[in-house]
Nanobody, 121 residues
Framework: VQLQASGGGLVQAGGSLRVSCVVS????????IGWFRQAPGEERDFVAA???????YYADSVKGRFTISRDNAKNTVSLQMNSLKLDDTAVYYC????????????????WGQGTKVTVSS
């Protein structure tokens, strides 16, 4: 299973950005897809995950601001990020796993390469 994240960039605080993850090489509907992020010098943190049936699961820090969605026909999971804060600056990674819901990165077997999101003041 391969994951390709894209859509990162530079955005001002309060703005919006959408990152996407395309999954290939496996049966997409079998996997929960999660988003994690890692800021410089910090540990990797859970952001959101979505089950094959479109049930979402969010970290408290992004609840109400971020929306995760998936298109099973296009093998794609997107993360719409609104009201971005400086603290949202990080490299965002998508990952695939069989356990849901979980924020434990060890439960995700496959990882994409990450896409960088920078929020400026």
């Amino acid at each position: 299973v391969q994951l390709q994240a894209s859509g990162g960039g530079l955005v001002q605080a309060g703005g919006s950005l959408r990152v996407s993850c395309v999954v290939s090489g496996g049966t997409f509907s079998r996997y929960a897809i999660g988003w994690f992020r890692q800021a410089p010098g910090e540990e990797r943190d859970f952001v959101a995950a979505i089950k094959w049936s479109n049930i979402p699961y969010y970290a408290d820090s992004v609840k109400g601001r971020f929306t995760i969605s998936r298109d099973n026909a296009k093998n794609t999971v997107s993360l719409q990020m609104n009201s971005l804060k400086l603290d949202d600056t990080a490299v965002y990674y998508c990952a695939a796993g069989r356990v849901f819901p979980t924020r434990d990165d060890k439960a995700y077997s496959y990882w994409g390469q990450g896409t960088k999101v920078t929020v400026s003041s």
